[in-house]
């Protein structure tokens, strides 16, 4: 008697276990839209910040999208303003899905997406660290929101 039950507490546990993996978020497109930035540059590229090393905190818009996302293999197809390229993607804490981007130049960003929240809400943050040796660096931080379906973006903060 006490190995079937110990066998059926087994069973139930391994599909508990197996039904929370399922339930897991695992979106497969986002489409984000960044609306509040931190920024600092030292960067000739940007001719309206130029020599600045103070920090811009504002009102912004950025977009982002992430296709083709497949966390088992670690991968998904990024489109944004310099155009497309893969990176790295990985499931980050509290279900997060987190992209790391390595650019042609040596720059990294970094953009983690939270898994929705009861309304459905998807919050995203996204890290642009940017060194070139001839104009400077800049450094930014984006807050945004995200669809996980191909339709309209989310709209941006009036």
Known sequence: ????LIAALAAVMG?????AEAAEWSPTYLGCVFTESAFS???????????EERLKVGSTKFELAFAAIDLLAHRAQ???????AQVIAQRGGFESVVF???????????????????????RAVT???????????MASQYL???????GELPMAAQ
């Open 41 to 51: 540059a030292t960067d000739d590229i940007y001719p309206d910040h130029r020599n």
């Open 1 to 4: 008697m006490e190995k079937h």
């Open 144 to 150: 945004g929101t995200c669809k996980d379906h191909i």
């Open 127 to 137: 890290s642009r660290h940017i060194a070139e040796p001839l104009s400077g660096y």
């Open 15 to 19: 599909s508990s276990a197996m039904s």
């Open 100 to 122: 790391l981007e390595w650019t042609p130049l040596g720059s990294v960003n970094l953009t983690t997406v939270l898994a929705p929240t009861k309304d459905g809400t998807i």
């Open 78 to 84: 990024l489109i944004g303003n310099q155009g497309s």
